[in-house]
């Protein structure tokens, strides 16, 4: 299709005046003169036509659309033509009306049917070549997106296909380049090879010309006591790294509340904005010290006047150590209840006995030393204390009754009234027993009857006594054991030294390896047993020890006179002699079976 212009050109005689009126002379300069512009058109025109070289990007504008083409205006003789396929987008619509204004790249003057070839695809293309090598010269950054993983690094889509090593992905190292996959990013042009379609980029480039611009910009801000905001890069248990712009700063984590902060990721995350007041710079090292709680006033400023000596609080268990629990009074105000100040009688050997984390409690203040910060705290004042009024309730020399609590090795614990405990210590549990262990005699839940002997509000200790329900029978021993009586016990225990021996219960006597009879050259302990029944007489009795002397070579030997005494009355009696006789005798002092055959050998001979 040719142009009006074009057919008007050719045809010069339509331009010509046709006014009868004027004269031939003017006619003949009217004529000449559309010749000679006619002619300066041509020239001009023909300059335009041989400027529009194939492979040169030019402006057109779109003039008819079909399914097949799109047929664009480019100021040649006709027409050129671009497939539709390449106006279409992503869903495949068509995206381009009439008189809309494209770059398109004229790949041939004319084909066999003398046709213009046009591309847009090849012209965008050539566009983005020339802006890499524009980057690539001027060192300004590119817009891409990425599109794929690939060997090496990351494809990105610039309007071309370009090669992102993952060494030039970031600033930083990173484990995973599929996390990048879908974003889009500002790149500098590391390399580029035309002809061989080849183009390196590196985002590491681009962020580290960002940085420089911003380190310059902070540095300039930056100065103790400055107000900054930035943005949390990095969590670590001592703090949070910030980045202010180019150069990043520690918060550290006691500089990040004034209460109590288990973990800096309990406050904030990765990508968090966050506003710091600057504490230290080092200009130098670049090194930034941040603080956040310094943007808050010191609640321990005012402690004093909020929390007076004696007032009624509440709070919330914070944590749980050996000796007590610390409780939040308010942001960064907590308070110490130690474990003697959580009940004036529960015997608590750990707070966690008593309350939990998270618990609410109410508590009284004891002490504030706001240069140390620390509050102190009691439960157990907000109720009375019952030491003030057990005395009144439980006389001493009364007797009471109460479950054994619990078992000690020097003692029981008898329960007495709000949570009171009695302590019936070993040495008052018998007068006469010897008790190694209470757990011998008593286990937890016995129900026992105790006098009570002593309390002591100030100690806080309640005495009890078992023993003293009874007579100590060490007071009479006299009046049952006197010396020189025979008494017949059971062998308790046998040591290196003697045998003891119960007379009755709780009370023992001792008999003295030197006061037992038998052979000197055999041990004459070998002829005791435990649990034996045997006599003997009773040599001294000591009250104040409350020990007890036995004999029985002493018994034997007044055995012995007696013997002989009634033989010299038994003279005219043939029938016994004075062995037969020591020998009835003997057997009426020792046990079935405790004289050996040696002893027996010796009274036959």
């Not at 057919?7 to 010749?35: F, G, H, W, Y």
């Not at 970031?170 to 790149?187: C, H, K, N, Q, T």
């Not at 150069?247 to 550290?252: A, D, F, K, T």
């Not at 037992?516 to 050259?521: F, V």
């Amino acid at each position: 299709m040719e142009k009006e212009q074009k057919k008007t050109i050719d045809n010069p005689d339509l331009n010509l005046v046709n006014d009868k009126e004027l004269s031939p002379d003017r006619k003949r300069e009217e004529t000449q003169q559309v010749a000679e512009d006619s002619r300066s058109f041509m020239e001009l025109y023909e300059e335009s036509l041989q400027s529009i070289q194939e492979g040169k990007v030019v402006k057109g504008e779109i003039v008819q659309v079909d399914e097949e083409f799109v047929l664009v205006d480019i100021g040649y003789k006709s027409e050129g033509q671009i497939r539709t396929s390449e106006f279409l987008d992503l869903e495949g619509r068509l995206a381009v009306k009439l008189g809309d204004k494209v770059d398109v790249l004229l790949v041939r003057k004319e084909n066999k049917d003398g046709r213009i070839i046009l591309s847009k695809e090849r012209a965008g293309k050539a566009k983005v070549w020339d802006d890499v090598e524009e980057a690539f010269k001027n060192q300004n950054t590119i817009r891409g997106k990425i599109v794929s993983l690939v060997k090496g690094g990351l494809s990105v889509d610039i309007g071309l296909r370009a090669f992102l090593p993952g060494s030039q992905a970031d600033i930083r190292p990173i484990r995973d380049l599929s996390a990048l996959v879908g974003s889009e990013y500002d790149f500098r042009v590391v390399k580029y090879e035309k002809s061989q379609e080849n183009i390196v980029l590196s985002r590491r480039a681009a962020l580290e010309a960002e940085l420089k611009v911003l380190r310059e910009k902070t540095l300039e801000r930056i100065k103790k006591d400055a107000v900054l905001k930035g943005i949390v890069t990095n969590i670590k248990d001592y703090g949070l790294f910030i980045d202010l712009g180019g150069i990043v700063g520690l918060l550290h984590v006691t500089d990040m509340s004034w209460g109590r902060v288990s973990h800096p990721s309990a406050l904030h995350k990765v990508g968090d904005e966050i506003t710091v007041k600057v504490l230290k710079f080092d200009k130098e090292k670049e090194r930034v010290s941040l603080g956040l709680k310094q943007m808050t006033p010191d609640p321990w400023d005012e402690v004093c006047n909020k929390y007076p000596v004696n007032a009624k609080v509440k709070g919330t268990v914070l944590s749980l150590v050996d000796y007590g629990a610390f409780v939040d009074l308010e942001e960064g105000i907590e308070g110490l209840i130690t474990v003697s100040e959580m009940s004036w009688t529960g015997k608590i050997k750990h707070p966690s006995q008593v309350l939990s984390i998270g618990d609410s409690v109410e508590a009284t203040v004891l002490n504030v030393d706001s240069a140390k910060r620390r509050i102190s705290l009691s439960m157990k004042r907000l109720q009375t204390n019952p030491w003030d009024t057990i005395a009144e309730k439980y006389p001493v020399g009364a007797v009471i009754e109460g479950k054994i609590k619990s078992i000690s090795n020097f003692g029981i614990f008898v329960g007495i009234d709000q949570g009171i405990d009695g302590l019936v210590h070993i040495s008052d549990i018998s007068w006469t027993q010897k008790i190694n262990h209470p757990s011998e005699l008593y286990k937890k839940g016995d129900q026992v009857q105790a006098l009570i002997l002593d309390i002591d509000k100030v100690n806080e200790r309640f005495s009890l006594g078992i023993k003293q329900l009874k007579p100590d029978p060490w007071n009479v021993i006299h009046d049952n054991y006197k010396c020189g009586d025979r008494v017949s016990g059971i062998v308790k225990s046998i040591t290196d030294f003697g045998v003891f021996v119960e007379l009755e219960a709780g009370v023992e006597g001792l008999i003295h390896v030197s006061q037992l009879s038998g052979d000197k050259e055999t041990n004459p302990l070998d002829s005791f047993h435990v649990n034996d029944e045997i006599q003997a007489e009773i040599l001294n009795v000591s009250q104040k020890d409350k020990k007890i002397g036995l004999s029985i070579r002493k018994m034997e030997q007044g055995s012995q006179k007696e013997i002989h005494k009634n033989y010299m009355k038994k003279q005219g009696q043939a029938t016994s002699n004075l062995g037969e006789l020591l020998m009835e005798k003997m057997m009426d002092f020792h046990p079935q079976g405790t004289l050996d055959s040696r002893e027996s050998e010796s009274d036959k001979s």
